[in-house]
């Protein structure tokens, strides 16, 4: 279960961190199941700290834009957020749509993402993107110091996936 492992992994490394130092980074995150991320993002809206969307947030990581609050999310040049509906796997093995697991993505995602969502055709198998002026009308732009900040002294909350900083390493290879 690579999402508890990143629970774990994120829990560890916010054990260190106080709340005035810490910055959670998302890139490369490529999803999951839903239930890990909520909690996770749980975790950091309760931590009081900011998240910086600086690469690939897709699937059930886009869960962070309902749950975090919005205040507290900028997003860099890199980020690039992608939606679609959730599935589950049949007992043959193959994906398929979940309306429930859709349902509560949807209710989870505040109201300037649904409606986005709407505007693209909706939730539905096919991902859609949200990136560049569409998501910095949105949501704040970082600012340059903090795009460095993985570079500088500043510290962050991260876990490694791939070689790629992420907030999570928990993301499957499949998407919701």
């Not at 279960?1 to 709340?19: E, F, I, P």
């Not at 975790?43 to 998240?51: A, D, F, K, L, T």
């Not at 962070?64 to 939606?83: E, K, S």
Request: hydrophobic share 40%.
């Amino acid at each position: 279960m690579r999402g508890l492992s990143a629970l774990v992994v994120a829990t560890a490394t916010l054990a260190g961190l106080s709340s005035a130092s810490a910055q959670f980074r998302i890139a490369g995150d490529r999803g999951g199941q839903i239930g890990p991320y909520l909690q996770q993002f749980a975790m950091v809206r309760e931590s009081g700290e900011s998240v910086v969307i600086d690469g690939n947030c897709l699937s059930a990581c886009t869960l962070v834009l309902g749950t975090v609050p919005r205040d507290r999310i900028c997003v860099t040049d890199r980020a690039n957020l992608g939606f679609h509906a959730a599935w589950n796997f049949a007992s043959s093995g193959r994906p398929v749509y979940s309306p429930e697991g859709t349902q509560l993505l949807w209710e989870v995602y505040p109201s300037q993402i649904r409606q986005w969502i709407k505007r693209k055709g909706g939730l539905t198998p096919k991902m859609i993107f949200l990136r560049g002026r569409e998501l910095t009308s949105m949501y704040a732009s970082c600012s340059a110091p903090t795009r460095s900040a993985a570079r500088d002294k500043a510290r962050t909350a991260t876990a490694r996936n791939g070689g790629a900083q992420t907030l999570f390493a928990a993301s499957s290879r499949q998407p919701l």
